[in-house]
């Protein structure tokens, strides 16, 4: 007979999977919708997005201007704070090294704010670099509004809190502000590969 039963066993990762899933994490075929509010309805006749604060010259798009814009196709694995992480999605996007354009030099982190008025903090370093995307296409069609379209933000690199759903201002701050979830608890940072999922992590 088990010592233990089955529910307090890890989760198994296929071998070809390995080293792709941080700690904490398991693997999920679907894409599961978690957000703190209702999904907002954007009107893309509506939609702008903005770039100011500490930046040499504050830029805004239309929705028309911002599809100009050059945009790449980035594939990443992505890992939600709930512990599910999904590999190889497919996205289009504008980086944002060409959004953010020049900083001020004392600028030290971004503010994300979305419609709905979520909020979330990032520092410019996780942001630049080839890291980090203003995404409206997921899969190949239209990013859906549950997804967060018409746009989100994509930082891969950390839990997905940070890639902020319906995004339409990004602030740059010379001062650390912590967003939504930073404030009731969760890591300031959120590096899954870290487990930085709540303060003292």
């Known amino acids: 007979m088990p010592i233990i039963s089955r529910g307090f066993r890890g989760r198994r990762q296929r071998p070809e999977v390995a080293g792709r899933i941080p700690p904490g994490q398991h693997l999920v075929g679907d894409f599961p919708v978690l957000s703190a509010g209702p999904t907002p309805a954007v009107r893309l006749d509506r939609w702008e997005l903005a770039v100011d604060g500490a930046v040499v010259t504050p830029r805004r798009w239309t929705w028309a201007e911002f599809q100009a814009l050059e945009h790449e196709p980035v594939t990443a694995d992505i890992h939600c704070v709930t512990t599910w992480s999904k590999l190889d999605t497919s996205w289009e996007g504008v980086s944002l090294d060409l959004l953010l354009g020049e900083l001020e030099p ?9 419609h709905g008025d979520y909020t979330t903090n990032l520092p410019i370093a996780d942001l630049t670099g080839g890291r980090a995307w203003v995404v409206d296409t997921y899969g190949g069609a239209p990013l859906e509004a549950e997804h967060g379209g018409p746009a989100r933000l994509l930082v891969p690199h950390l839990y997905l809190w940070k890639s902020a759903k319906w995004v339409r201002r990004l602030r740059a701050v010379t001062a650390d502000q912590p967003g939504f979830w930073e404030s009731l608890g969760y890591h300031n940072h959120g590096d ?10």
């Open 106 to 114: 004392a600028a030290t982190h971004l503010v994300a704010e979305c």
């Open 192 to 201: 899954p590969w870290r487990e930085e999922r709540y303060w003292g992590d």
